[in-house]
Each structure stands twice: as structure tokens, then as C-alpha cells.
């Protein structure tokens, strides 16, 4: 079945898409139908805004990403980066520009995971804007979320000596899309019957099309009564984040190769590609762990929390950045993640 | 000069274009260059968020939009949705898609229109995403906005005996599209060394070239106590607009074609178009005007009120929207204004 959008018109998507949509945080006082929604948020809280924007063809291929994943992800990588700042999701704003490609249906399934996503992590949409496009589909959705007073994260706040910790494992989700284009450039061969086998791979599928916001970091290291002194999210690959948080805190660090989280999977994967596991986990987005920096005091602490590995430690400016590998030698850390405006050739290698 | 934009890579042109922002807002408390920025409301505020999304193509066309006038536009169009609900824009993030078309003194031209705005309209620009694009140009921008608490205006609020209001005047912004649009015509037509003639037009092409938000309007308002029941801007035209208010507000209308404002200019150019010009000014879209009601206990205030104009009154909802002309007929008032997605034959027409 497919139901052309002109037949709806703008008002009568939004209202199908929309239906049905209840608010349920306190803050969210009025949400889609009028000139702007209406937020309310006591004064003992900070309110965190974040915004990303999703292309087709730069951050995702609809050839093997299921629309309602890709809604699922987008609404998940916007959450992120309010976890990342020690904060908590509550509203988000949904822009779609859509081409004449896209029926009804294809745009109630990539609405469908960007409900599902905001019902797992108890976030209102609260609006948004829909209109035409020429070409493919652009997704653009703003973030608010709220933080304690004072205990907002920032990049800057890493000091000599405090440990460097990652949550999860790196290169899983690089891996499964690696895999995915793989099997595209299969099928899209010789042989047309042939069914793509991911049998032992779901975890990198998983990771690549279906990742989750580390929400349970940020509950456990409230309960631990831990506070990083600086954190961020990990969605362009290790070594250009840790990067952003050494130069924003004006420090260096050291990073143990033997220290960095790979699942097992990652690393047969590696294998089958011949690549290297170490680069993959340093500089493979979408992994959307968070990557944070403690005092050296909380190191009994950080060390018993599950899912949470200690990589390195910060070190004097002066010193730089750099990695040691398992045979004791040091390399320079650089910013090898994705960007999307450098690597135009080929941009869908490693989406944000 | 051309610096490609893959020279700086998606931080450096970020960098570039933020160059010498500084956040002025006292709500504004850390703006650019983390997860998230971070704002502090007073909680006797309700916090306003809208958002738009631009597509080239759709609701610009740059072969004749200066890309400084379009980077101040679209600020434009989102303040205006901030003073529509009786708000005041404070902060805003702004998403760009770029397609190598796109040179870096492009997007400062764009940007150096988005700062222009936001200094004129005391704005801060605290966010935003950058991404390659595989098509033209992509503006995403989110507004975030205080109201007092219980002040804000909704659509819903108007009811019987309501006056209608309207600022400024209405048609002058799509005259001025059609003016840009026979230019545009006539040099790709055979002389291309004619210069189009746009002397005596200069106000319709800055409606709609460099709209403004009518935050004098809010202001007097609140200056002379009056508290519209119901308001919103007019950006997809008169008759959409106030069958919005109607239908969320549950009542009817009365309006007279001899009491809509029009300018001068406005009715010049629909003789030499030889169109409707009251249809011009009931449907044109892009006007940024505001359309409010207010009780008619408030007459005298309003009447007296410069820049305002009283163009009819709420009824019951049995008696529907009409508009009574000059000769005293009453014809239905139909939406016709512009709605990106039924009109993709021809989405230039009537931008949002």
C-alpha cells in the first residue's frame, strides 16, 4: 500500500504522524499545533539544547537502513549528546524534508522508531516541520534536556592526572557497517538471490543500526556519586574525541592500546576484512559510548562499575596525546574520525 | 575568492563562521563548542522552542536571494513564531546541509545574515550541526524563546464577539516574489544584458527579501496591557492563518475586504500582474505579520493602536469564516495558502 503525501497534504501528515502523541514529562507544557511549543522547567535545572542533522547519502544509505531504524537512530543520537553533558533528554523537535520518493507509509514507519526511541528513553515530541524536498530525505532534530545546576559536564574540565574511562566497546557499530556494505555491493552483483548471511554478526548489525544512548552510565555514576571532570560522546571515533576533550581542557593524555573495550565479534570481523582492530575501535564512529575523564580518587570506584573500562590517564599539555600499543611504543593520537565535509568522496564510509 | 569548503573540513568551517560570537542573553550560559549548550531560565518563564527547515528549491531560490539576505530570513521566520505565542527569542541553533556548489564566503555571506539578525533582534546563537549535502542548500534552525508565565498567547483562545486584528499590511512579500520571479524569467530569456527595473518596487522586495518579526508589535502590547486571546503569524497567508485560530479556538469569523491593509505599492503591482489583489493579500504567503484577537473591551486600545488593524470579529462556530467584500457579499474563506507538500509542481510559488 502506498498513499502519495499530496494527498494529504503538510497539516494532514503532521496530524497522522502525530497522532496519538501524549506528554508525558512535566516540563513539556504544550507540544505540536501551534507557533511553538511550551516548555517549563524549574530554575534549579539546566536546560541543554542539541541538534543534528541527518542527509541521505551522507549519514545514511536507505538501501540496507530500515526507515524505522533510521528514525530510531536519529532520535537516539540527539540524546546522546544530553547524556554526554551529565543530563537527561526531555523534549525533542522532528524536521523532515521529504521527496516525492516517499509515501505516507515510508514516513509512519521512520516515525514509528522516533516514537519508539522517545517512549524507551521517556522523551515528548513536542514539534517539528515538514515540507517538500528535490532530493532524498533530510532529517534535522533539535534536543532539550534538562541538568542539575552545577553538575553539568563540559569538555574542559579534564586535569592532569584524572583517568580516562569508556563505557561499552568501540568499532562494533564501524564493523556492522562495513558488513552492511558489503552485502550491498553483493546484491548489488552478479547473482541476485543470494541472501546476505549475518548469522554471529547481529551485534554489529545492532550496534550499526540500532544503537542505544548510555542512559544506564549516567544513572550509575549519579548513584556512585560520581562526577566526571570532563565527558562527551563518542560518535566520530575515540581518538578525535579524546582530542576535543585534551584540547579543550588544554592536557595531554596517554591511552593504552591493551585498555581499549573490543567485543569479540568486532575483532573476528576485523580478521575477515583484514583491518586493523586497533584503528577500527580508535576511529570508527557511531558508537555512541561516552567517553569521560574522573580524578584520580574515584579510581577504586570507577573501577568496580560494570561496562565502564579505565584506557589511560591525562597527562600535562606539554606531553601530547598519544597511544601506547601492547609492545610498549607510543604513536601520536590524530583526529582520523569522520567528517562529513572532508570526505565528500566518499561519505558514507563512516556516518556521524 | 573561493576557499572550498573541504580546505577547513566541518570543525574549521564552524570555527570560521562563529568567529567572534559572544553570547549576550543572561539565559545564554554556554553557547558553541560542546554536546550541548547550556541555558539558565528563571523558572517564572516558560521556555518557547520552534523550528524550520529551508530547502533550496522549495522556499528559496538562489538565483535571485542574496545568500546574506536568506541567512537573515530564515532567523526571521523563526523569531517571528516566538512573538507569535507573546514571547521573545533568546537563543538559536542552526543547521546547515552544503553541496560542494558552496564555497566558504558563501556560507559567511549566509551567516554574516544570520548574525545581522540575531544583533538586531538580541538573539544568541549557541549551537548547530554542519554536514555535506548531495544537493544544494539546507537551513535548519531551531528558536528557543521565554514568555511569562501564564502570558504566553495560544491559537486556541479566541471566542465570540473577539475582535480581529492585523499588523502592518498584507501581499507586499508575494507581489515581491512575483517581481523576482518575472526578473528572473526575463534574463534567462534572450537579452541578457537587460537589468531588471525595480525602481518604485524596493518595499515589495524587501518584504520579501528582508522580512522583519514584529517585536514592536509585542512590545505596545504589553505596553498598553492588551492580552491577545489568540495569535499567531501570518506566514502561509491571511485566510490559512485565521482558519487555524478558528478551528483550534472552535469559532467563526467575519472579516471585511475593505478593512485588510494593503499597501500602496501591493496594489500597483496586482494591476500590472492583473491578479485579485485582495486574493493576493488573503493568500500570499511570507508576510510575518501577526494575527491576533483581542476582547472587544479592548476597542478603544487597539483602535488607537498605530500599525494595527481591526478586520472583523469572531461569531459562533455554526456561522463559519467568511469574508464580506466591498459590495456586500459573503464568500467562505478557504485556505489556500501555501503548503510545501501538495504543491510540488510548482513549490517556488509561495514559500512558508
Redesign the interface.
Known amino acids: 500500500m502506498r498513499t502519495e503525501?499530496?494527498t494529504?497534504?503538510?497539516?494532514g501528515?503532521i496530524r497522522r504522524l502525530t497522532e496519538g502523541i501524549e506528554l508525558k514529562n512535566k516540563s513539556s507544557?504544550?507540544g505540536i499545533?501551534?507557533?511553538?511549543?511550551?516548555?517549563?522547567?524549574?530554575?534549579e535545572k539546566?536546560?541543554?539544547?542539541?541538534?543534528?542533522?541527518?542527509?541521505?547519502?551522507?549519514?545514511f544509505d536507505l538501501t540496507y537502513v530500515p526507515l524505522k531504524h533510521l528514525g530510531y537512530k536519529s532520535a537516539i543520537v540527539n540524546f546522546s549528546?544530553?547524556y554526554?553533558?551529565n543530563?537527561i533528554p526531555r523534549?525533542i523537535?522532528v524536521?523532515?524534508?521529504?521527496s516525492?520518493r516517499f509515501s505516507v507509509e515510508d514516513m509512519e514507519e521512520l516515525y514509528a522508531g522516533i516514537r519508539l526511541a522517545c517512549e524507551e528513553y521517556e522523551v515528548d515530541i513536542?514539534?517539528?516541520?515538514?515540507?517538500?524536498?528535490?532530493?532524498?530525505l533530510?532529517i534535522?532534530i533539535?534536543?532539550?534536556?534538562e541538568?542539575e545546576?552545577g553538575k553539568?559536564v563540559?569538555?574542559?574540565g579534564a586535569n592532569e592526572t584524572d583517568l580516562i574511562c569508556v563505557s561499552g566497546d568501540l568499532g562494533a557499530a564501524y564493523m556492522g557497517l562495513q558488513l552492511l556494505e558489503r552485502e550491498k555491493s553483493v546484491l548489488h552483483g552478479a547473482d541476485k538471490n543470494v541472501q546476505p548471511d549475518f548469522s554471529g554478526k547481529e551485534y554489529l548489525l545492532e550496534r550499526q543500526l540500532k544503537p542505544e544512548a548510555r542512559r544506564d552510565i549516567i544513572e550509575k555514576l549519579a548513584e556512585e556519586e560520581i562526577r566526571p571532570t570532563s565527558m562527551?560522546?563518542i560518535s566520530d571515533g575515540l581518538s578525535s574525541e579524546l582530542l576535543h576533550i585534551c584540547t579543550?581542557s588544554k592536557v595531554g593524555c596517554r591511552i593504552y592500546e591493551e585498555h581499549i573495550p573490543i567485543d569479540y565479534q568486532t575483532a573476528v570481523m576485523a580478521e575477515e576484512f583484514n583491518m586493523n582492530l586497533t584503528i577500527c575501535a580508535l576511529n570508527g564512529g557511531d558508537d555512541y559510548e561516552l567517553l569521560f575523564t574522573v580524578p584520580i580518587s574515584d579510581h577504586e570506584k570507577v573501577s568496580e562499575m560494570e561496562g565502564i573500562k579505565l584506557i589511560g590517564h591525562i597527562t600535562k599539555q606539554e606531553l601530547g596525546c598519544a597511544l601506547i600499543t601492547r609492545d610498549g611504543q607510543e604513536f601520536e593520537l590524530k583526529a582520523q574520525g569522520w567528517?562529513?565535509?572532508?570526505e565528500?568522496t566518499d561519505?558514507i564510509e563512516k556516518p556521524?
Open positions: 503525501i499530496s494529504l497534504g503538510e497539516f501528515l507544557q504544550y499545533g501551534d507557533d511553538a511549543a511550551v516548555l517549563s522547567y524549574p530554575s539546566e536546560i541543554l539544547v542539541t541538534t543534528d542533522l541527518l542527509m541521505e547519502g551522507v549519514h549528546d544530553i554526554a553533558m543530563g523534549q523537535t524536521s523532515l524534508g521529504l516525492k513536542v514539534g517539528g516541520d515538514t515540507s517538500s524536498s528535490y532530493t532524498g533530510t534535522s533539535t534536543c532539550i534536556g541538568g545546576k553539568v563540559f569538555r574542559n562527551m560522546d579543550q567528517n562529513s565535509l572532508q565528500e561519505p556521524e
